[in-house]
């Protein structure tokens, strides 16, 4: 009996240990001003994933209505940001609970009587975003470029504000409030722009040009810039991208389907211009299956990613371009060890789950359902059937796109 209380003891302890110690990967938060976590950003960083605010910690620090505030101080977390480099700066917050509604101000911190005279409500916020939690893009909000609102007040909106010119030294104070209790952590990703031009050609199978429609989005899936090429299907566009951060750029036509390509300016050695953004697009055909690349979900779930939106919208776009294309909408998973039966019965679900959800998307967006149809192909046709990595795992999480009807 003492044996097995000595074993229950034990393992109770190790539980507890392991609970502590997961907590304490987790980064900590600061509720109040005075005590906020000092953050240096010298150049691409990330801090988290955080513990949960809970709570105004010891002050309610917002006493006045003002709108561009929060309504109150809910569950806060205070960063004090040190600039080690001047350039254009970008931040995003991500919620660990897409569901929460992470709002957020940003002040120049100037000298130590901050706190005091913030407590007085005398400081107006250099940025905000007080905008309803946006769940096509998983709650995220920050500060990008190519945005034009510095403020963004309560009530449907942008989720993200102007993006900031900084100087090394520089102070800010940066204070996110989730409005919902009991709600999970975050993490803040803090990068730096780089300006840079990406030219490239638009052609069909046959080599010919096309005037296509071209789409530049982030991994979030914000679409950064949108234009098109010209009639001998050049395009040139110069914009503003995070360092060393994937974009998707996406072309399609009213003739052609959809291409991706990745961008990443840590593939830009000498200069600050993407010269080889080519793109042949295939061309529509009647029976025709099309896998765009870009496509993909969440392991084991039948929810998008949100790098996959921009790609989700040009097919939208094709199908309004093209009145009389029916399609047929092909869900795909990345097998893992099959045990049994339900293993085979889940995997089928989900193939079926996942062509649903574009069904649904493009429903939602106004193209009418009988032009659209679903099959699930479970892992029948996977692009890598032994997946080594994450990149090739993510691949065969996709829905291709099959022609049935042209006319």
């Not at 110690?21 to 990330?46: E, F, H, R, Y």
């Not at 007080?130 to 998983?138: A, G, H, N, T, W």
């Not at 009991?182 to 993490?187: D, F, I, L, R």
Request: proline content about 3%.
């Amino acid at each position: 009996m003492k044996i097995k209380s000595t074993l229950i003891l034990l393992m109770i302890t190790q539980i507890g240990l392991l609970f502590s110690q997961n907590d304490a990967t987790l980064k900590p938060v600061a509720s109040d001003c005075k005590t906020a976590i000092p953050i240096t950003v010298s150049g691409n960083m990330i801090y988290g994933v955080t513990k949960s605010p809970n709570g105004f910690g010891n002050i309610q620090e917002i006493t006045t209505k003002n709108k561009l505030l929060f309504e109150k101080e809910h569950n806060t977390a205070w960063y004090l940001l040190t600039i080690q480099r001047a350039g254009e700066f970008v931040l995003e917050i991500v919620p660990e609970d897409p569901k929460n509604d992470y709002d957020f101000l940003l002040y120049k911190y100037d000298a130590s009587t901050f706190c005091d005279a913030f407590a007085k409500n005398t400081f107006i916020p250099l940025r905000n975003n007080l905008s309803r939690v946006d769940k096509s893009i998983q709650g995220i909000t920050g500060l990008m470029a190519n945005v034009k609102n510095t403020n963004e007040g309560i009530g449907v909106g942008n989720a993200y504000s102007q993006s900031i010119s900084v100087k090394k030294g520089e102070r800010y104070m940066l204070i996110l409030d989730n409005v919902y209790p009991n709600g999970k952590g975050h993490t803040i990703y803090f990068n730096f722009l780089k300006q840079v031009t990406i030219n490239g050609k638009v052609v069909d199978s046959d080599n010919k040009p096309v005037e296509a429609e071209m789409i530049l989005s982030d991994n979030s899936g914000n679409t950064i810039e949108q234009f098109k090429s010209s009639a001998d299907g050049n395009y040139s566009v110069k914009t503003d991208l995070k360092e060393n951060q994937d974009y998707t750029l996406t072309s399609f036509s009213d003739s052609t389907f959809i291409q991706d390509k990745t961008l990443n300016t840590n593939t830009l050695k000498t200069e600050n211009t993407f010269n080889e953004a080519t793109f042949v697009l295939p061309k529509l055909k009647e029976g025709a299956k099309y896998n765009f690349g870009n496509i993909n979900f969440y392991a084991d779930r039948a929810d998008l990613l949100p790098s996959s939106y921009p790609s989700a919208e040009a097919l939208y776009q094709l199908l309004k371009k093209n009145k009389k294309l029916v399609i047929q909408i092909e869900g795909h998973i990345n097998k893992g060890i099959v045990k049994s039966e339900k293993d085979i019965t889940d995997n089928q679900l989900l193939s079926e789950q996942r062509a649903t959800t574009i069904f649904n998307y493009l429903i939602k967006k106004g193209i009418a359902k009988e032009r659209l149809s679903t099959v699930g192909l479970s892992s029948t046709q996977m692009i890598y059937p032994n997946a080594k990595n994450e990149t090739e795992g993510k691949a065969n999480r996709r829905v291709e796109i099959k022609i049935t009807s042209m006319n």
